[in-house]
DNA sequence: AAACTGACTTTGA
DNA sequence: CTCAAAGCCAGTT
């Protein structure tokens, strides 16, 4: 991949590490604040060339519908979801989650 | 170059 | 609430 593609990725990891425990941010947030908008898609093919052991809080990024975008059953899907729940994210009908409630905005005080 | 693909989003039925 | 369609960005065929 080009250096500039390399770039944006680091970029947008670099956005990801802001969100704080406990608070989640949509795929669309991620581009936004990377200075993308619109390029949801961009950020998920991002995260897809993520390492094994990295740092970057991944799992706090999902869909705009507060579901997880990850296939029913994959193990990676179950892992992000515990971690979210370790955070003290709460799944609505076993589905998704209030994103009124769990939204990063970044900029607000940090309650924790 | 054209078609296909996907860790996306929004809108309308 | 669930679905499909259309818009979206960009890598792979």
Do not use: C
């Not at 604040?33 to 094994?52: I, K």
């Amino acid at each position: 991949m080009t250096e500039h593609e390399s770039d944006i990725n680091h970029r947008i990891w670099q956005v990801i590490t802001l969100i704080p425990s406990g608070k989640i941010a949509t795929y669309g947030d991620v581009a936004r604040h990377a200075g993308m908008p619109g390029a949801a898609r961009r950020v998920g093919r991002a995260l897809r060339l993520l390492p094994e052991g990295t740092r970057v809080p991944w799992h706090r990024v999902i869909n705009a519908q507060g579901r997880i975008s990850l296939p029913d059953g994959s193990s990676s899907q179950y892992i992000q979801r515990q971690r979210l729940e370790a955070e003290g994210i709460v799944f609505r009908g076993n589905k998704n989650v209030d994103l009124k409630r769990f939204r990063w905005r970044p900029g607000e005080i940090d309650k924790n």
